[in-house]
């Protein structure tokens, strides 16, 4: 099975607190793979050091057989690595195909185009892409809607296709059910495994467990930055030391 995505023996310290500990993971190219863990375990800061956000003290995190250890956040981007953030960061008071063309826009090749400005022309070939893919996900509101007037549930969805602008090869997702009632997760349940089916691995971050059992095939529990679970997400939840870390000894 080809990797998507080899991350080798990787620390990381905040202010001397080691908050990453030799932690690897290997993804199989079209996996859809849950990372849990208790609050602080580290969840976040693995998905910031998978996309940049923070450099690794040590250790190498390899994407499509490129070793992207050293590269900026913008750059990796273009080795296929797309995310959604734990709080929504659509720009809430642009309209859904503004924010949804800026995913197109983190493609920027360097650092300067990387400001050039957007363009909104009618009919621009990433326009229709926008749009298109709205109509894909079944997000039928008039793409010059505000953000911030479109319920919550509609916005993460949004969000995401604005991750799928930049066509990822791996998309990361930090806690996308957060926030959403139950037929909203379900409708986002329903994208993330039509954009699974088109291919993409999804690494999920995720605290509803019924959202992880459903969707999940691989599951792997973070405590205290470091690995101490990793296989089916039902066993996770009869592990020993899965069930320490949530509920004390
Ligand atoms: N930029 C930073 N500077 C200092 N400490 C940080 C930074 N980012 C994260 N931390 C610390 O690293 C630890 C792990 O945080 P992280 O946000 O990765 O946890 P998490 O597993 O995502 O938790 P939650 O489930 O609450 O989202 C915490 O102790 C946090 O305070
Ligand atoms: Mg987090």
């Known amino acids: 099975m080809k990797k998507i995505l080899k991350i080798n ?10 908050v990453i500990k030799n932690f690897s993971l290997s993804l199989d190219s079209g996996s859809k793979v849950a990372l849990i863990g208790p ?47 734990q709080n929504i960061r659509l720009m809430p008071h642009l309209s859904v195909i503004e924010n949804v063309l800026m995913g197109q826009h983190t493609l920027a090749s ?7 400005p957007i363009h909104f022309g009618e009919g621009s070939k990433d326009k229709l892409e ?11 509101v008039p793409p010059e809607e505000i953000v911030s007037n479109l319920p919550y549930g509609l916005q993460k969805r949004i969000e995401v296709v604005r991750a799928l602008m930049a066509k990822p090869s791996l998309l990361l997702l930090d806690e ?25 691995t999804i690494l999920l971050v995720e605290h509803n467990m019924r959202f992880v059992n459903n969707f999940v095939e691989h599951t792997v529990v973070l405590n205290f930055g470091e690995k ?3 296989g089916p997400p039902l066993l996770a939840q009869k592990d020993k030391q899965v069930r320490e870390a949530y509920l004390g000894k």
């Open 9 to 18: 023996d990787i620390y990381k310290n905040f202010g001397g607190i080691e």
């Open 39 to 85: 609050n602080g375990a580290g969840k976040t800061t693995i998905f910031n050091l998978i996309s940049g956000v923070y450099p690794i003290d040590k250790g190498s995190i390899i994407i499509n057989d490129k070793d992207i250890t050293s590269l900026p956040a913008y750059k990796r981007i273009r080795f296929g690595i797309a995310r959604s953030f």
């Open 110 to 116: 360097n650092f300067a185009t990387l400001f050039r």
């Open 130 to 140: 926008a749009k298109n893919l709205l109509d894909k996900f079944g997000i039928n």
């Open 176 to 200: 996308p059910t957060a926030g959403l009632n139950k037929e909203e997760s379900d409708q986002l349940s329903l994208m993330l495994n039509q954009i699974s089916s088109d291919g993409t």
């Open 228 to 230: 101490i679970y990793e």
